[in-house]
Structures are given as structure tokens and as C-alpha cells.
């Protein structure tokens, strides 16, 4: 039978006030205009508050090393993911907001053109 952790409830409340700490740090820093920083913060603490839910709820902390494994390889997906979105946003054109008109030939027969 496999071992069972069981932390014990002083362990959950601390995660939670920290979780609790890192939403508040969140809203306060969303007003403050940090530039191009703002996003790099508020995904930090994101980072933050879903490595404590992983480690901790969802006890991945205490696991074997094949559950680890698997977490390890499920974020090395989701970087390739996110990696070939960017590639995919940093290689397309320039985005033309006014394009040309296009002449129907409806409308070029009508104007007597043809």
C-alpha cells in the first residue's frame, strides 16, 4: 500500500494566509504603473500562488517521484505550447488597418468598363 502524507492543519492555514498575503500584494501592485514591468510582476506572484497550490493542496510536495515526473513534463509542455504561440505572434506581418478598396467587377460593368 502506498504511503499516505497527512500535514497537518497549521500547514494548510499558513498556505493560505500566504496565499491570501500574495492577492493582496497583487491588488496592491495593480495600482501602481510599474511600465513593462506590471506584467512581469503580476505573473510572478501568479507563479507564486500556483507553485504553493501544487506543492502543498495538491501535495505534489510529498509525492512519489513519478507524480513529480509528471508535473515536471506537464509544465515543460505548456512552455512548448507557449513557446510556439510566441513564435507564432512574433513572426506574422504587420497588421494593415486600412487596406486598398477592392473594385467588384459587379461595379466595373456597371460604370460601363466592360
Excluded at 495593480?30 to 495538491?58: C, N, Q, W
Excluded at 506537464?74 to 486600412?98: K, N, S
Amino acid at each position: 500500500m502506498a504511503d499516505v502524507h497527512i500535514s497537518p492543519v497549521r500547514t494548510y492555514a499558513t498556505i493560505l494566509g500566504a496565499l491570501l498575503v500574495l492577492t493582496g500584494v497583487t491588488v496592491w501592485v495593480a495600482f501602481y504603473d510599474l511600465g513593462p514591468l506590471s506584467d512581469v510582476v503580476a505573473l510572478g506572484i501568479a507563479l507564486t500562488k500556483a507553485t504553493l497550490v501544487v506543492l502543498f493542496f495538491m501535495h505534489v510536495k510529498y509525492a512519489g517521484r513519478l507524480v513529480k515526473l509528471t508535473v515536471v513534463g506537464g509544465l515543460f509542455w505548456l512552455l512548448i505550447l507557449f513557446g510556439l504561440t510566441v513564435m507564432d505572434y512574433v513572426t506574422r506581418g504587420d497588421i494593415v488597418l486600412d487596406p486598398p478598396p477592392v473594385i467588384s467587377p459587379i461595379a466595373f460593368e456597371t460604370e460601363g468598363g466592360g
